[in-house]
């Protein structure tokens, strides 16, 4: 696993932006409903497939996600 | 692992009241970045607009002013003739900038003032439930064009950008959109642009974002910014007006 996200479910609305944007397909729309009544945006990846390319975070208009990535995975900080 | 995204300094931690997949939390922390990245938010004034952004002081953590409907360019213009060493900038939507503050608009380029408008283009009314802007596209549904806007009875859309570019004030014009990753990356190298001109002194410059309106669109938010992409970008094409020349 070289990189996650923390998805923020106060902020997120569900709009699913991120579900079309991830490139591993990680991303999907939960089930329950969160405390503000939407379905938020889940990060399910059982496989470690996460790179924390940050394509989610850069299209999220809430800015609910935060992206880990490894150091030694590469990649400059932005 | 260690932290590489998270949310900008500048921006307020609390949830915004913009309906989901709107444009205007992409814009806001764009903004946010910059002023983080170029470290100008103590001397950073907003003036926030008339518009669904008017709410825009409880999410960036910056002074901010709000003015009257269409009036931002001119606030902006006092404060910084009278603080020229502050960063100020509007954030305007295209019911203010496009409609009722077109003259403030334009004169403000023509003056060649040195602030930044950051101007959201989504093509219809948003706060008022989506009547028809001046910018709403030819056969574009809206509440107040309900078969879509016919040129005979509602006129053309308005190109801002076109239109302040053609000015000797204006220093710097671009047009971008959120509608993907790429755009977004697109839409924040502007925005910095646009701030650098402002600081380096050497006359207006505005940014035209293009952002979606899924709710008043009646879309989902997916096929909003596919329609930004399809249909908004056609009319209003994306790229840089003009570039202040390099010393």
């Known amino acids: 696993m070289t990189g996650k996200i923390v998805i923020n479910e106060d902020f997120c609305k569900g709009c699913a932006l991120c579900v079309n944007a991830c490139p591993q397909k990680l991303l999907k729309t939960a089930k329950h409903v969160s405390k503000t009544s939407y379905h938020p945006a889940e990060f399910v990846d059982a496989e470690g ?30 | 692992m260690e932290v590489v995204y998270e949310r900008p300094k500048s921006l307020f931690p609390v949830a915004t009241h913009y ?8 814009i806001h922390r764009l903004v946010a970045e910059v002023i983080d990245e170029l470290e100008i938010r103590e001397k950073t004034v907003a003036v926030a607009p008339v518009g669904c952004a008017v709410l825009l002081y409880n999410y960036l953590d910056v002074d901010c002013y709000e003015a009257a409907h269409g009036r931002a360019p001119a606030i902006a213009t006092g404060c910084k003739r009278v603080h020229p060493d502050l960063v100020v900038f509007t954030y305007q939507g295209d019911g203010d900038f496009a409609a009722i503050g077109t003259a403030e608009a334009i004169h403000v380029a023509a003056r060649g003032e040195k602030i930044t408008t950051v101007f959201v283009n989504n093509a219809i009314y948003g706060m008022t439930a989506g009547q028809m802007a001046p910018t709403t596209l030819i056969g574009q549904k809206s509440t107040t064009t309900p078969a879509g806007r016919k040129p005979e009875t509602a006129g053309f859309p308005i190109r801002m950008c076109e239109i302040v570019a053609t000015l000797p004030g204006a220093a710097y014009v671009a047009r971008v959109s959120v509608s993907s990753p790429k755009n977004v990356v697109q839409a924040k190298k502007a925005i910095r642009k646009a701030f650098e ?10 940014v035209e974002v293009l952002s979606q309106c899924p709710t008043n669109w009646h879309m989902t938010p997916f096929e909003s910014v596919k329609w930004v992409d399809e249909k908004m970008a056609l009319y209003y094409p994306l790229g840089e007006f003009k570039v202040p020349k390099e010393e």
């Not at chain 1, 940050?54 to 880990?68: E, H, N, T, Y």
């Not at chain 2, 309906?19 to 992409?26: A, E, F, R, S, T």
């Open chain 2, 197 to 206: 001109t402002q600081m380096r002194g050497l006359g207006y410059s505005l």
């Open chain 2, 19 to 26: 309906c989901p997949g709107c444009g205007h939390g992409i």
């Open chain 1, 49 to 78: 497939k996460c790179t924390g390319c940050g394509l989610c975070a850069l299209i999220c208009p809430d800015v609910a996600i935060q992206v880990f990535r490894d150091r030694k995975a590469g990649g400059e900080k932005k």
